[in-house]
């Protein structure tokens, strides 16, 4: 059986004590369990301040066949960052500019080249979703049609290779759209005229959709991640709803980070749908779910520490009861 962990960002010191909490103990430097699993779901790195050390945890366990583990959209990205473009001399497959270098630069910050490298090179042989017996696990979004066309693009290249890392990273590329949707999840427009701000500030007219719910009857408020910030009760476009791709409710689990949802009550978003990002990395919660085999997933199966650092470590109790993101 498994123990699924979201969106780590490099919060070591909470890694340990979520293992210690869920029964994994460490035995000649390597946590693991007599009887479970645990699954990354990606978003190891970047952000925090312990970024080699999660390395140092996860990828043994790994490796000793203890957890598996997705990648998340800042591994993918930083396996674009440091990889030649093969037609452009001196640049990248993900361009370096200011916004791309601060995403992954407190990894650029923290590690040594050698252990750059070496992280680089686990990264790449990770999966980009899994699907085990009675349970899904992707870092933001399942959806069939994306999965099955990255699975084809993976079998053509031989996996994350340099020439599908060029498919996959490269806006245009024709792996870009569908690593976009399980790595980043689906955005739309909001009406015309009606926009938001983000937590960084900037002003956005598309929000992320909650793409595993059936449209129909929602509106932009309730059909958004941005519960808290997006306040139209307009029903939602019909374009929205005609290309929505509801997860069925007979499905399999699945699990996802990415998100940040807000560290008040973790619990699962539909019976077959759990988000276990519940932002460690802004002061919130490193949250895990103790998968038993079942179909329905059970709100008592979340189990969570909070963070050592950052503001909202000292008044999580205050945070308002809702799944809204941050
Ligand atoms: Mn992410």
């Known amino acids: 059986m498994y123990d699924l962990i979201g ?3 490099g919060h070591a010191t909470e890694l340990v004590l979520l293992l210690e909490k ?3 103990e460490r035995r000649q430097g390597v946590f ?5 699993k645990v699954i990354f779901l990606g978003d190891l790195i970047d952000r925090g301040p312990q970024i080699q050390e999660v390395l140092d945890i996860a990828r043994p366990m790994v490796e000793e066949g203890y957890a598996l583990a997705v990648l998340g959209n800042h591994e993918l990205n930083a396996l674009g960052y440091h990889t030649p ?3 452009r001399p001196g640049r990248h497959l993900r361009e370096h500019n200011d916004r791309t270098t601060r995403q992954h630069e407190a990894t650029l910050r923290q590690l040594d080249a050698g ?3 070496s992280a680089l ?7 980009l979703w899994l699907e085990l017996d009675g349970l899904r696990a992707v870092h933001a979004c399942w959806d069939e049609p994306s999965r099955a066309a990255l699975a084809e693009g993976l079998a053509e290249h031989g996996g994350l290779t340099p020439s599908c890392l060029q498919a996959a990273c490269v806006p245009g590329a024709p792996l870009f759209p569908h690593v976009e949707v399980l790595l980043k999840g689906k955005e739309a427009k909001l009406p015309h005229g009606i926009s938001f701000f983000d937590k960084e500030g900037h002003e956005r007219r598309s929000f992320r959709t909650r793409w595993y719910a059936d449209p129909r009857g929602q509106t932009y408020r309730s059909y958004a991640f941005e519960t ?4 139209s009760s307009s029903p939602l476009a019909i374009w929205i ?4 791709n509801p997860y069925p409710v007979d499905a399999k689990p699945v699990f996802f980070g990415h998100y940040w949802l807000r560290p008040d009550c973790p619990a699962p978003l539909a019976q077959n749908v759990a988000c276990l990002d519940y932002s460690v990395g802004k002061g919130g919660l490193l949250c895990a779910y103790r998968w038993q085999g079942e179909q329905t997933l059970r709100q008592e199966h979340f189990t969570w520490v909070p963070s050592t650092h950052g503001p909202q470590a000292a008044t999580l109790t205050e945070a308002p009861a809702s799944s809204a993101p941050i």
């Open 7 to 9: 969106d780590i960002h």
């Open 22 to 24: 869920l029964g994994y």
């Open 32 to 36: 693991s369990h007599p009887e479970r």
């Open 85 to 87: 473009h093969p037609k």
């Open 115 to 117: 252990q750059l490298r």
């Open 121 to 127: 090179d686990w990264l790449r042989t990770l999966p």
């Open 228 to 231: 808290a910030t997006i306040h």
């Open 241 to 244: 709803l005609e290309s929505a």
